[in-house]
């Protein structure tokens, strides 16, 4: 962009002559003084190329978490595998609260967090649960590891579009955390039972699970974000004592516990569908 500036200019064949007097020496330097118009060229400034490194950190640490997993799945090591998924739940929550209260949201990390989901919540799960159950299924195994993927995939797509659109309370379908922590919390739950795999229902249970969890990702069943839940402000004195309870519940038998909560979870959706369906009111 040019931007221009008027420069003074004296006319120096009018100081070579003495002046008279001093107001005719007023008048000479009055008199030779012109203006001209100088273009002046502002240069563009660079565009910074940094990035956010606090939120980042932790969407590193999920991705690193969903990948540990898979290594572990390749290793037969299936709980260490599951908890893994969890802690990737845990750290991709961070992440996005993190950047918006140090005000650090940035295009390139919407986009690096929704790459390191559906490492550690669509292809992470999968595999896992390929590995754990489902390889013995044949053909029908790796069709549910596939279906389950490919709704983590879409539901992950649909969500980056319809970020401005759609209700903040509420996610359009299962978020893929979510889902992964379902089937993550199923293979803890058996492993950590000891149930024998290939001689129970075990592995159509977890067929079932991972096509229920694709499906219902890609659904249009609203389940409750808790984004609107702003730690910084007061709650109510039950929501604390309901807070303590939940961590003695899960510190008690922490698979169950966990795999219970996201079981109520995954459904919540289609109970709240079947409840604005037969009341005739929008849930909020």
Same mark, same amino acid.
């Given at each position: 962009?040019?931007?221009?500036?008027?420069?003074?200019?004296?006319?120096?064949?009018?100081?070579?002559?003495?002046?008279?007097?001093?107001?005719?020496?007023?008048?000479?330097?009055?008199?030779?003084?012109?203006?001209?118009?100088?273009?002046?060229?502002?240069?563009?400034?660079?565009?910074?190329? @940094?990035?956010?490194?606090?939120?980042? *950190? %932790? $969407?590193?640490? =999920?991705?690193?978490?969903?990948?540990? &997993?898979?290594? #572990?799945?390749?290793?037969?090591?299936?709980?260490?595998?599951?908890?893994?998924?969890?802690?990737?739940?845990?750290?991709?929550?961070?992440?996005?609260?993190?950047?918006?209260?140090?005000?650090?949201?940035?295009?390139?990390?919407?986009?690096?967090?929704?790459?390191?989901?559906?490492?550690?919540?669509?292809?992470?799960?999968?595999?896992?649960?390929?590995?754990?159950?489902?390889?013995?299924? @044949?053909?029908?195994?790796?069709?549910? *590891? %596939? $279906?389950?993927? =490919?709704?983590?995939?879409?539901?992950? &797509?649909?969500? #980056?579009?319809?970020?401005?659109?759609?209700?903040?309370?509420?996610?359009?379908?299962?978020?893929?955390?979510?889902?992964?922590?379902?089937?993550?919390?199923?293979?803890?739950?058996?492993?950590?039972?000891?149930?024998?795999?290939?001689?129970?229902?075990?592995?159509?249970?977890?067929?079932?699970?991972?096509?229920?969890?694709?499906?219902?990702?890609?659904?249009?069943?609203?389940?409750?974000? @808790?984004?609107?839940?702003?730690?910084?402000?007061?709650?109510?004195?039950?929501?604390?004592?309901?807070?303590?309870?939940?961590?003695?519940?899960?510190?008690?038998?922490?698979?169950?516990?966990?795999?219970?909560?996201?079981?109520?979870?995954?459904?919540?959706?289609?109970?709240?569908?079947?409840?604005?369906?037969?009341?005739?009111?929008?849930?909020?």
């Amino acid at each position: 962009m040019s931007t221009f500036r008027r420069r003074g200019r004296i006319d120096r064949s009018r100081l070579t002559r003495p002046p008279r007097n001093e107001d005719q020496w007023a008048e000479d330097l009055g008199d030779g003084i012109d203006f001209e118009v100088e273009e002046l060229h502002e240069k563009p400034r660079p565009r910074s190329k @940094g990035i956010y490194l606090l939120p980042n *950190a %932790f $969407t590193t640490a =999920a991705l690193f978490s969903g990948f540990f &997993a898979i290594v #572990n799945a390749m290793n037969d090591q299936f709980q260490v595998a599951a908890i893994a998924i969890f802690a990737s739940l845990v750290l991709d929550g961070m992440d996005g609260r993190i950047a918006r209260m140090t005000n650090t949201q940035s295009a390139f990390g919407e986009q690096y967090d929704s790459l390191a989901d559906m490492v550690s919540f669509g292809v992470a799960p999968a595999l896992v649960a390929y590995e754990w159950a489902l390889k013995d299924l @044949g053909k029908w195994g790796w069709l549910a *590891a %596939f $279906t389950y993927c =490919a709704g983590a995939a879409l539901r992950l &797509a649909r969500f #980056n579009v319809n970020t401005g659109v759609v209700d903040k309370k509420f996610f359009q379908g299962l978020p893929s955390p979510a889902a992964g922590a379902l089937m993550a919390g199923f293979i803890w739950l058996a492993d950590d039972n000891k149930i024998p795999v290939r001689d129970t229902l075990i592995p159509w249970i977890t067929f079932f699970i991972a096509v229920y969890a694709g499906l219902t990702m890609v659904s249009n069943a609203r389940f409750y974000s @808790g984004k609107a839940l702003d730690v910084r402000y007061r709650v109510p004195f039950g929501v604390m004592v309901l807070m303590i309870l939940t961590f003695v519940l899960i510190s008690s038998n922490p698979p169950l516990t966990l795999f219970g909560l996201f079981v109520v979870y995954s459904i919540s959706g289609y109970v709240i569908w079947a409840w604005e369906r037969f009341s005739g009111r929008r849930f909020s």
